[in-house]
C-alpha cells in the first residue's frame, strides 16, 4: 500500500543521490523491475550491476543514473521513507507499481503528476485512506 506524506520527516530520505550512492548493492541490478524503471525513466539500458548504457552518457556507473531512478531503486529495495520531490512526474506510475508489491511511503512537496486512473493510498500524517489523489492535494492546499 502506498502512504503519502506531504512534506518530510526526518526519516524520509532527502538525499537520495548521496545514499544511493553510498549504499546501493549490486544485485539489485539483477533484478528485472530495476532494468525496467532504468529503461523507462533514463533510457538507458542495465548491462551489468557495474555498467549502465546510457544514450547521452554512454557507458556509466549506477551512480550516474538519475536522481529520479535512484530514489525509485532505494523505494523499492529498502524500507525508507523517499523524498519523492526528488522525481520528476515520469516516476509517478513507478511509486504506484512498487507500492502493489510492498508498503511504501513517499514525501512530497510539490504536485506530483499521478496517472489519471484512481488509485488508493494512505495519508501517512493522519492514516486517512484515499481514492483521490486530487481530494488529498485539497486537503493541504485550501
Same mark, same amino acid.
Given at each position: 500500500?502506498?502512504?503519502?506524506?506531504?512534506?518530510?520527516?526526518?526519516?524520509?530520505?532527502?538525499?537520495?543521490?548521496?545514499?544511493?550512492?553510498?549504499?546501493?548493492?549490486?544485485?539489485?541490478?539483477?533484478?528485472?523491475?530495476?532494468?525496467?524503471?532504468?529503461?523507462?525513466?533514463?533510457?538507458?539500458?542495465?548491462?551489468?550491476?557495474?555498467?549502465?548504457?546510457?544514450?547521452?552518457?554512454?557507458?556509466?556507473?549506477?551512480?550516474?543514473? /538519475?536522481?529520479?531512478?535512484?530514489?525509485?531503486?532505494?523505494?523499492? $529495495?529498502? +524500507?525508507?521513507?523517499?523524498? @519523492? !520531490?526528488?522525481?520528476?512526474?515520469?516516476?509517478?506510475?513507478?511509486?504506484?507499481?512498487?507500492?502493489?508489491?510492498?508498503?511504501?511511503?513517499? /514525501?512530497?512537496?510539490?504536485?506530483?503528476?499521478?496517472?489519471?486512473? $484512481?488509485? +488508493?493510498?494512505?495519508?501517512? @500524517? !493522519?492514516?486517512?485512506?484515499?481514492?483521490?489523489?486530487?481530494?488529498?492535494?485539497?486537503?493541504?492546499?485550501?
Amino acid at each position: 500500500m502506498l502512504s503519502i506524506r506531504w512534506g518530510t520527516t526526518e526519516d524520509t530520505i532527502e538525499l537520495v543521490d548521496s545514499v544511493f550512492d553510498n549504499n546501493y548493492e549490486e544485485e539489485w541490478f539483477e533484478d528485472p523491475l530495476v532494468s525496467e524503471m532504468v529503461l523507462d525513466v533514463d533510457k538507458s539500458k542495465v548491462l551489468s550491476p557495474h555498467c549502465i548504457e546510457s544514450p547521452v552518457l554512454g557507458q556509466i556507473p549506477p551512480t550516474d543514473l /538519475s536522481s529520479g531512478v535512484k530514489a525509485l531503486i532505494l523505494a523499492l $529495495k529498502t +524500507d525508507w521513507g523517499i523524498w @519523492a !520531490t526528488a522525481c520528476g512526474n515520469n516516476c509517478a506510475m513507478w511509486f504506484l507499481k512498487i507500492a502493489e508489491i510492498k508498503d511504501l511511503t513517499i /514525501s512530497i512537496e510539490h504536485y506530483f503528476k499521478f496517472p489519471d486512473t $484512481k488509485f +488508493d493510498f494512505i495519508d501517512a @500524517a !493522519t492514516g486517512d485512506l484515499y481514492h483521490n489523489y486530487i481530494d488529498f492535494i485539497a486537503k493541504y492546499h485550501r
